[in-house]
């Protein structure tokens, strides 16, 4: 049903992720702000934490900073998503759905890149979330972009489920080992929050 979608087993994302972060993980950064880039390329720098960023420079791990480096253009595509259902969307309860996953997302993400920031690791580069679980392919996204109606809802709602596995599956391992207590209370939230949204999802499926 989902052909086009780009999976890679967790534990090779993971490893190619644990390559490029590089470094032992023990909390010992030297402090400065963190460059990166978006998803586009361009360059961006990290100049301030947000004020509900708390998470501690010294008990991380590199569990912590991939589970961060990953969630962020994963989180950045479900926010696309759920933007493309503002004038596309025919279904009320997608519609809905989407703000929420807009609302819920869009805070995580400047939430992780603060922690980033503080921890002294390089925001997620051009390219380094495109193998992860879940993630859309080109393809699939401009299939969603050219949908109206009904069948962009159903549409919609199957590439969700999708996304949402692949985060699900990124928020156990960041429980499982990780060391922050913040982001693995933050995993714990998106695991609880997005099983609830694939069974919402299904539902709609079911009924469109």
């Known amino acids: 049903m989902l052909k086009n979608i780009k999976t890679i087993p967790a534990a090779g994302a993971l ?3 644990l390559t490029a972060c590089g ?22 720098v990290a100049t301030s934490t947000p004020a509900t960023t708390s998470a ?15 969630m962020i253009p994963h989180h ?8 493309l259902a503002e004038g596309r969307a025919s279904d ?20 992780m890149r603060g922690w980033l920031t503080a921890w002294g690791k390089p925001l997620p ?29 159903r549409r919609f709602a199957e590439l969700m489920i999708a996304h949402h596995e692949g985060a699900i599956e990124m ?20 695991e609880t929050a997005q099983r609830a949204e694939v069974a919402q999802l299904r539902a709609i ?3 469109l």
């Open 15 to 17: 490893l190619a992720l």
């Open 171 to 190: 928020a156990r391992t960041e429980q499982a080992q990780g060391a922050d207590p913040e982001a693995k209370e933050l995993a714990k939230t998106i």
């Open 125 to 153: 580069s051009g390219g380094m979330g495109h193998d992860m679980p879940g993630m859309m392919s080109a393809a699939d996204l401009r299939e969603l972009e050219s949908a109206q109606g009904e069948e962009f809802d």
């Open 23 to 44: 470094g032992t993980g023990d909390g010992t950064g030297d402090g400065r702000a963190a460059g990166g880039h978006d998803m586009t390329g361009s360059t961006q």
């Open 205 to 207: 499926l079911d009924r």
């Open 76 to 83: 950045e595509q479900a926010v696309d998503m759920a933007e």
């Open 56 to 70: 501690s420079s010294a008990g991380f791990n590199d569990a912590d900073v991939m589970f961060a480096q990953m």
């Open 92 to 111: 009320q309860e997608i519609k809905d759905l989407a703000a929420k996953i807009k609302a819920a997302q869009d805070p995580e993400i400047r939430t």
